[in-house]
């Protein structure tokens, strides 16, 4: 080896062991900062979870991881890359060589520098610069390199190295639980990384109304609240996890006021379970249960939406067709308040507007449940025994279209009737639609939308069964009493009412004790009136029933009555009647005279109406001397006079109020005697037993001078009477109409005069007529005794 390569050796081994030197330097300086960084941020996340219970932040950790490489990568360019593969100069090596070996003096550097120069001037100078390179490298070949360093920092930096990796190896060795969460907060970037670690676990849901449901927050901590409703947060301890003393409950509203916190104590409720009311939630709010080192990473967020209810309740309806409602079928029926009330045997749908999307509909009755979803092939009826309270659960088809495609409506076919009973409990493992619906059922109908909200307050209905009665005969008889004759002709006026129309009607009648009825028609048949009217025609409004095709003999009892029947052709037909009227069957004479005792009467009460009158029109004309009395006493109306003109007064006013109440009372019952004459005419008629003579007596004689009496002459005198009232309150002339009224008075009293006249002589006619059925009375009783003794002197002959 030359000299020049001696040096040039030397120079390499320096270089060599300088980059030693600087890579272990400054991969034990990276060690610390890493092994500085795991333990700084392990203590971070450690405070951090002792703190809030919560992991750091995901953005944070990211943070941390990329200065943590930064930092790493950093250090090692500078502490490493830099110096180690930084280029070394000969002389700048020779300098540190000959500061470090001062006996070198200068020698090797010149040698060094004499070697970069490639060529010499003279020989001389070569013959020099070769000796003084021959010296230098027997100097250096006697340096010892390594006294160059200084170990001591070096030693220094890879003992912290090796003592903070020997902790953090340990560490992780140790409790490799720690060391794993570390490398899954910062390394992996896990969101939940300290769950495996905490000591307690709650889970929370709430409890809504109505009916306490449990509900659970979606995934991504939110849950639909309905507005205004009562809200319970439930946060249980997990099985298996330390439960915590203390649970607290952390609350942001957001409303129109702005933003409001609230911390509030849970209260337990049991060894594992905290319970927390809020009241009216009208606000957005965020959650945060904190207990033991368990917080929800993310905040439950409450979201406010509308309730379902129903906004418009219509029924469609198929009525009975015998109950004539064919037309309204195509309208429909809108539910206004809570109750409807439908035909029995009526089958309707219920058809419900809502105002959000829908998810299932709950309907429930006394009598059974049912419940659908949209979408769903079949729907759950739950019958409830009303007795035993047993349910039985059936599944209902052809359920899908029960909630429209929009879940903006939904419809229920029923059948409202009157087998509804028998049906439920006919019903199998499965139903069809329509389902029968017993009368007078209460339903209450519960929503369910889309965001799986309960409507709070389920609507009501209440369908009510009409029960298709029997008709209602509303009959009456006229111009007959309880007596006729064998050949009478009964009218019988009124009507007949049924609901829905009616289809037939007779006359039903039995004769004496006779238990069968016996049925006739009416001269004129209903065709399905819902108000029948009875009478044979327009002319004649009363139906009748003729007696005599029946040859009833005197001394017989005829019951009769007015039957009628509906045109309900499922729960019928009903049956309906009148009042049963009772007839005794007499003669024609005995008739007369039971007439004509009733005449006696009304002609008896008519001579008493026209004493009254004539009472009247003499009082008349007492007060109208009182009258033009109290006419002399007004110009000069002093002292007695005076009091004499009160006294006058007072006794004209009490007249004018007496005279007219009883001129009303007499004109009430004048008509009263007319129309009881009227009476006696059509039960004349009737019966038959009219005579063309008796007929023209009375309307002539009677009845036509009676009608101008009561249509015109009592109104007359009622008005000037009224005149004479009011002149006198007036304080006026009386005696004009109080004359006046005497004048119609008389009019009163002289046809009330030829009406009783009249009277009188159909009444001689009548005694007579009476006197003669009482001889042949009289006569009849005398031949039965004649018999009857007759018949005992025989019998007792023969015993002799």
């Given at each position: 080896?030359?000299?020049?390569?001696?040096?040039?050796?030397v120079?390499?081994?320096?270089?060599?062991?300088?980059?030693?030197?600087?890579?272990?330097?400054?991969?034990?300086?990276?060690?610390?900062?890493?092994?500085?960084?795991?333990?700084?941020?392990?203590?971070?996340?450690?405070?951090?979870?002792?703190?809030r219970?919560?992991?750091?932040?995901?953005?944070?950790?990211?943070?941390?991881?990329?200065?943590?490489?930064?930092?790493?990568?950093?250090?090692?360019?500078?502490?490493?890359?830099?110096?180690?593969?930084?280029?070394?100069?000969?002389?700048?090596?020779?300098?540190?060589?000959?500061?470090?070996?001062?006996?070198?003096?200068?020698?090797?550097?010149?040698?060094?520098?004499?070697?970069?120069?490639?060529?010499?001037?003279?020989?001389?100078?070569?013959?020099?610069?070769?000796?003084?390179?021959?010296?230098?490298?027997?100097?250096?070949?006697r340096?010892?390199?390594?006294?160059?360093?200084?170990?001591?920092?070096?030693?220094?930096?890879?003992l912290v190295?090796?003592?903070l990796?020997?902790?953090?190896?340990?560490?992780?060795?140790?409790?490799?639980?720690?060391?794993?969460?570390?490398?899954?907060a910062?390394?992996?970037?896990?969101?939940?990384?300290w769950?495996?670690?905490?000591?307690?676990?709650?889970?929370?849901?709430?409890?809504?109304?109505p009916?306490?449901?449990?509900?659970?927050?979606?995934?991504?901590?939110?849950?639909?609240?309905?507005?205004?409703?009562?809200?319970?947060?439930?946060?249980?301890?997990?099985?298996?996890?330390?439960?915590?003393?203390?649970?607290?409950?952390?609350?942001?509203?957001?409303?129109?006021?702005?933003?409001?916190?609230?911390?509030?104590?849970?209260?337990?409720s049991?060894?594992?379970?905290?319970?927390?009311?809020?009241?009216?939630?009208?606000?957005?709010?965020?959650?945060?249960?904190?207990?033991?080192?368990?917080?929800?990473?993310?905040?439950?967020?409450?979201?406010?939406?509308?309730?379902p209810?129903?906004?418009?309740?219509?029924?469609?309806?198929?009525?009975?067709?015998?109950?004539?409602?064919d037309?309204?079928?195509d309208?429909?029926?809108?539910?206004?308040?809570t109750?409807?009330?439908?035909?029995?045997?009526?089958?309707?749908?219920?058809?419900?507007?809502?105002?959000?999307?829908?998810?299932?509909?709950?309907?429930?009755?006394?009598?059974?449940?049912?419940?659908?979803?949209?979408?769903?092939?079949?729907?759950?009826?739950?019958?409830?025994?009303?007795e035993?309270?047993?349910?039985?659960?059936?599944?209902?088809?052809?359920?899908?279209?029960?909630?429209?495609?929009?879940?903006?409506?939904?419809s229920?076919?029923?059948?409202?009737?009157?087998?509804?009973?028998?049906?439920?409990?006919?019903?199998?493992?499965?139903?069809?639609f329509?389902?029968?619906?017993?009368?007078?059922?209460?339903l209450?109908?519960?929503?369910?939308?889309?965001?799986?909200?309960?409507?709070?307050?389920?609507?009501?209905?209440?369908?009510?069964?009409?029960?298709?009665?029997?008709?209602?005969?509303?009959?009456?008889?006229k111009?007959?009493?309880?007596?006729?004759?064998r050949g009478?002709?009964?009218?019988?006026?009124?009507?007949?009412?049924?609901?829905?129309?009616?289809?037939?009607?007779?006359?039903?009648?039995?004769?004496?004790?006779?238990?069968r009825?016996?049925v006739?028609?009416?001269?004129?048949?209903?065709?399905?009136?819902?108000?029948?009217?009875?009478?044979?025609?327009?002319?004649?409004?009363?139906?009748?029933?003729?007696?005599?095709?029946?040859?009833?003999?005197?001394?017989?009892?005829l019951?009769?009555?007015?039957?009628?029947?509906?045109?309900?052709?499922?729960?019928?037909?009903?049956?309906?009647?009148?009042?049963?009227?009772?007839?005794?069957?007499?003669?024609?004479?005995?008739?007369?005279?039971?007439?004509?005792?009733?005449?006696?009467?009304?002609?008896?009460?008519?001579?008493?109406?026209?004493d009254?009158?004539?009472?009247?029109?003499?009082?008349?004309?007492?007060?109208i001397?009182?009258?033009d009395?109290?006419?002399?006493?007004?110009?000069?109306?002093?002292?007695?006079?005076?009091?004499?003109?009160?006294?006058?007064?007072?006794?004209?006013?009490?007249?004018?109020?007496?005279?007219?109440?009883?001129?009303?009372?007499?004109?009430?019952?004048?008509?009263?005697?007319?129309?009881?004459?009227?009476?006696?005419?059509?039960?004349?008629?009737?019966?038959?037993?009219?005579?063309?003579?008796?007929?023209?007596?009375?309307?002539?004689?009677?009845?036509?001078?009676?009608?101008?009496?009561?249509?015109?002459?009592?109104?007359?005198?009622?008005?000037?009477?009224?005149?004479?009232?009011l002149?006198?309150e007036?304080?006026?002339?009386t005696?004009?109409?109080?004359?006046?009224?005497?004048?119609?008075?008389?009019?009163?009293?002289?046809?009330?005069?030829?009406?009783?006249?009249?009277?009188?002589?159909?009444?001689?006619?009548?005694?007579?007529?009476?006197?003669?059925?009482?001889?042949i009375?009289?006569?009849?009783k005398?031949?039965?005794?004649?018999?009857?003794?007759?018949?005992?002197?025989?019998?007792?002959?023969?015993?002799?």
């Open positions: 080896m030359t000299d020049q390569q001696q040096i040039l050796g120079l390499a081994r320096l270089k060599s062991r300088i980059r030693r030197y600087v890579l272990i330097e400054g991969l034990a300086g990276v060690l610390v900062l890493l092994c500085v960084l795991f333990w700084g941020t392990f203590t971070l996340d450690l405070l951090h979870f002792e703190v219970k919560l992991e750091l932040p995901g953005w944070f950790r990211t943070l941390c991881l990329l200065a943590m490489a930064g930092l790493t990568v950093g250090s090692a360019a500078v502490w490493i890359g830099l110096r180690f593969f930084r280029s070394f100069r000969s002389r700048a090596l020779a300098l540190v060589l000959e500061r470090r070996f001062p006996e070198l003096d200068d020698r090797f550097i010149t040698a060094v520098e004499l070697i970069d120069r490639r060529e010499m001037a003279t020989p001389l100078q070569a013959a020099m610069a070769q000796r003084t390179i021959h010296q230098a490298s027997e100097l250096a070949s340096l010892e390199l390594g006294d160059v360093f200084n170990v001591a920092p070096l030693r220094r930096n890879v190295a090796v003592v990796l020997t902790t953090v190896l340990a560490f992780g060795l140790t409790n490799a639980n720690a060391m794993s969460r570390w490398v899954n910062f390394l992996l970037g896990k969101a939940d990384y769950e495996p670690f905490r000591r307690s676990e709650m889970s929370v849901h709430v409890l809504t109304q009916g306490d449901r449990r509900r659970d927050f979606a995934a991504d901590g939110t849950l639909k609240h309905p507005r205004g409703s009562d809200l319970q947060i439930i946060a249980v301890s997990g099985e298996g996890k330390e439960a915590p003393e203390r649970v607290t409950l952390q609350f942001m509203s957001f409303g129109g006021s702005g933003t409001q916190r609230g911390r509030l104590t849970m209260n337990s049991g060894a594992r379970e905290f319970r927390q009311s809020l009241h009216r939630v009208i606000d957005e709010h965020h959650l945060w249960v904190k207990g033991g080192d368990f917080v929800n990473r993310i905040p439950y967020r409450i979201l406010i939406v509308d309730p209810r129903v906004d418009l309740l219509q029924l469609k309806c198929d009525y009975p067709s015998y109950t004539g409602k037309a309204l079928e309208q429909l029926l809108d539910v206004v308040g109750q409807v009330s439908l035909p029995l045997e009526t089958s309707f749908e219920i058809r419900g507007q809502v105002n959000k999307p829908l998810a299932a509909v709950h309907l429930r009755s006394p009598r059974f449940e049912l419940s659908f979803e949209a979408g769903k092939p079949t729907a759950q009826l739950v019958l409830i025994d009303p035993t309270d047993e349910k039985q659960v059936v599944m209902v088809d052809h359920a899908a279209d029960l909630i429209a495609g929009d879940g903006m409506s939904f229920v076919p029923f059948l409202l009737t009157a087998k509804a009973e028998e049906q439920l409990r006919a019903i199998g493992t499965t139903a069809t329509p389902l029968p619906m017993p009368s007078d059922t209460g209450q109908i519960s929503l369910r939308d889309t965001d799986d909200i309960d409507g709070p307050d389920p609507a009501m209905l209440m369908m009510n069964g009409i029960v298709d009665l029997e008709p209602v005969v509303d009959s009456r008889l111009g007959v009493t309880s007596v006729i004759t009478a002709s009964i009218p019988v006026e009124g009507k007949i009412l049924d609901d829905y129309g009616v289809a037939r009607a007779w006359f039903g009648y039995r004769v004496d004790q006779n238990t009825e016996s006739r028609d009416l001269g004129r048949q209903p065709s399905g009136q819902r108000e029948f009217p009875l009478k044979m025609s327009d002319d004649e409004a009363v139906e009748r029933f003729n007696v005599l095709p029946l040859e009833l003999k005197e001394g017989q009892t019951t009769l009555g007015v039957f009628a029947e509906d045109g309900d052709v499922l729960n019928g037909p009903h049956v309906g009647r009148g009042e049963l009227f009772s007839f005794t069957i007499v003669s024609k004479d005995e008739l007369l005279a039971r007439l004509y005792d009733r005449e006696v009467n009304l002609r008896l009460r008519f001579e008493q109406i026209r009254e009158i004539a009472t009247l029109r003499s009082n008349l004309a007492t007060h001397e009182m009258s009395e109290r006419m002399t006493l007004r110009p000069n109306a002093t002292g007695e006079a005076a009091q004499k003109l009160q006294r006058l007064d007072v006794a004209l006013s009490a007249f004018a109020e007496r005279a007219l109440h009883q001129l009303r009372k007499n004109h009430t019952e004048s008509r009263s005697i007319e129309l009881g004459f009227r009476e006696l005419r059509e039960e004349i008629v009737n019966n038959r037993v009219n005579t063309q003579e008796i007929l023209q007596r009375i309307d002539d004689g009677v009845l036509q001078p009676m009608g101008i009496l009561n249509n015109e002459e009592f109104g007359v005198a009622d008005e000037r009477l009224g005149n004479f009232r002149i006198n007036r304080q006026g002339e005696t004009p109409s109080m004359q006046e009224t005497a004048v119609s008075l008389d009019a009163i009293l002289a046809r009330m005069e030829r009406i009783l006249a009249e009277m009188k002589d159909r009444g001689t006619f009548n005694e007579l007529m009476q006197q003669l059925q009482q001889m009375d009289n006569e009849k005398l031949l039965e005794e004649t018999e009857r003794k007759r018949n005992e002197s025989f019998f007792n002959n023969l015993g002799n």
